[in-house]
């Protein structure tokens, strides 16, 4: 099946053009020295990619989210800090925004972070509340006019960077876990917000992951996203997308360092011939050449069927399971091809290495992958 358009292929080289001379020059120093790339943000506002797939209408590119899959998977390609950072940003910000805010909440959020003039987070995440999202002990009581927000999110990524946020919070402590949660807009100025310590990190170390603290956060009424009680499923069917988009990360890292492997196995000889002779490696290349493209299968497939309109809780979940398991491998081919030099900092694959584990951690671990995948096939029972 043939998943993309002319559009799209058009888009892909233009990403890449941008990607391999304004990002990938860049990436080992952001990583060597936690430089957070907002510059690089600021440039992909420019570009139109921090709103690929927001309608024109609320200041995006009205693109599908098949392109936004293009664009982070030509970003990941050069730079991890940048497209976790752009990730979290157009994919757990402004998309959640789009689905599930009022028309008032769009018009207001949506230009702002289309453009790159603001940046955006999504704080689901709690010290207690990892794979279990349910259990968020964040609360929020209506007082007058405002929600009054007690409590802290960790591991938010943007999260002390961030203009704008939006978060999850207990509304009804009479309902059971996941649900009686719903979610709010919020805005670094509001009075009790405090963005606490970024954390010093394996990877992706360009990008911010940040605690945040509500002390008594004052939250006017009207920054309730959409229904209120509703907040869980607000940022499950977020992370439905989400997935994807952590699967093309994934995928994109993978496929920097098979590069990079293939062409060191061309160059570097021992025994007389290119290594890329001897059957070892070239069986490396072929399981690695294979894995990956099953993996891009399986993202294109999920982004064409949420494109389409249909739910993609199984899809999405399979996607990012199998690709950063994918990437696991093909990142570990990568420094074993190239040896010596691959457990050094001289050469690019051990930063793929330490980059793509994220993947299988963040936005949900491949163990909640598994039963999220295991539920849609089983039902519940
Ligand atoms: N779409 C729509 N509705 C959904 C849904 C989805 N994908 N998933 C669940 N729901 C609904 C269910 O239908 C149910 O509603 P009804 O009873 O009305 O049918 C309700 O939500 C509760 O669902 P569950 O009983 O399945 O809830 P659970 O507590 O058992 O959830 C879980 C289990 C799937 C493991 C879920 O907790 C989960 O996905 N955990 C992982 C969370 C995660 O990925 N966290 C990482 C966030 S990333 C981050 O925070 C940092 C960052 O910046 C990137």
Redesign the pocket.
């Known amino acids: 099946m043939d998943y993309f358009t002319e559009e799209h292929q058009i888009l892909r080289e233009t990403v890449r053009d941008f990607a391999e001379n304004e990002l990938k020059p860049r990436a080992a120093e952001l990583d060597e020295k936690h430089i957070f790339p907002l510059e690089a943000f600021k440039q992909m506002g420019e570009l139109g990619f921090l709103g690929a797939h927001i309608p024109e209408e609320y200041g995006g590119a009205g693109m599908d989210l098949t392109s936004f899959i293009i664009i982070m998977e030509e970003v990941s390609k050069a730079c991890g800090s940048t497209a976790i950072t752009l990730a979290?940003h157009t994919s757990?910000c402004a998309y959640p925004l789009y689905r599930f805010a009022t028309e008032e909440q769009k018009r207001k959020y949506l230009p702002p972070l289309c453009s790159g003039e603001k940046m955006g987070?999504?704080?689901?995440?709690e010290a207690g509340a990892?794979?279990?999202?349910?259990a968020t002990k964040t609360t929020a009581v209506l007082e007058g006019d405002y929600w009054i927000i007690n409590g802290d999110k960790m591991?938010?990524?943007n999260g002390s960077a961030a203009d704008v946020l939006v978060i999850t919070a207990k509304t009804d402590p009479t309902q059971p876990?996941?649900y009686g949660i719903s979610s709010f807009i919020i805005e670094k100025e509001f009075a009790g917000f405090k963005p606490g310590k970024d954390e010093d990190k394996m990877g992706l170390r360009g990008s911010k992951t940040s605690q945040l603290f509500f002390d008594n956060m004052q939250v006017p009424k009207e920054n309730l996203m959409g229904i209120e009680g509703e907040g869980?499923?607000h940022f499950?069917?977020t992370?439905?997308e989400g997935r994807i988009v952590i699967g093309v990360m994934a995928l994109g890292i993978a496929e920097a360092a098979f590069d990079a492997a293939v062409a060191y196995s061309r160059q570097r000889v021992a025994f007389g011939k290119p290594i890329a002779r001897q059957q070892t490696i070239q069986g490396y290349i072929a399981d690695m050449a294979t894995q990956l493209e099953a993996a891009r299968l399986l993202i294109y497939e999920a982004s064409r069927k949420l494109d389409q309109g249909k739910r993609v809780?199984k899809e999405s979940a399979m996607a990012k399971l199998f690709a950063s398991e994918v990437a696991n491998f093909v990142t570990d081919k990568a420094i074993q091809i190239h040896g010596g030099y691959g457990y050094s900092a001289e050469y690019p694959v051990e930063r793929y290495y330490r980059d793509q584990k994220l993947c299988e951690i963040?936005?949900?671990t491949s163990e909640?992958q598994r039963?999220?995948i295991a539920?849609s096939v089983l039902g519940k029972f």
């Open positions: 979290a757990l987070a999504f704080g689901l995440t990892g794979s279990d999202a349910g591991f938010c990524t876990s996941s869980f499923k499950m069917e992370l439905d809780t963040g936005e949900g909640v039963i999220v539920r």
